[in-house]
């Protein structure tokens, strides 16, 4: 069992940066690829980015290359997105969730999630 809780989104000017965090629970973190999904609303679900285990390999949105990064601390059991040059177009809900195992880009390969967090970004 895995239990992530996301935080660090909130209002931000187009251009500007956030950096979200995902603090899991548990001992196994190490052992689950992570990603971050957003879902904006009357949309469904989509993947932003995804990282394995060691945090070594990395897979992005077409919409989040060059702006976004995914990185992990599994010392500190956390999964971080880092946005820059945000766009209004980026606004949803920011969801991290846990696979059990590759990089996977489908919800459905995804076991655990989180409660969201908002991120809105403004014209």
């Known amino acids: 069992q895995v239990q992530l809780v996301e935080s660090g989104g909130g209002l931000v000017q187009a251009g500007g940066s956030l950096r979200l965090s995902c603090a899991a629970s548990?001992?196994?973190?190490?052992?689950?690829?992570m990603g971050w999904f957003r879902q904006a609303p009357g949309k469904e679900r989509e993947f932003v980015a995804a990282i394995s285990p060691s945090g070594i390999r990395t897979r992005y949105a077409d919409s989040a290359k060059g702006r976004f990064t995914i990185t992990r601390d599994n010392a500190k059991n956390t999964l971080y997105l880092q946005m820059n040059s945000l766009k209004p177009e980026d606004t949803a809900v920011y969801y991290c969730?846990?696979?059990?195992?590759?990089?996977?880009?489908?919800?459905?390969?995804?076991?655990?999630w989180g409660q969201g967090t908002q991120v809105t970004v403004s014209s």
């Open positions: 969730a846990a696979a059990p195992s590759g990089i996977p880009t489908m919800t459905g390969e995804y076991d655990y």
């Open positions: 548990g001992r196994t973190f190490r052992r689950y690829a």
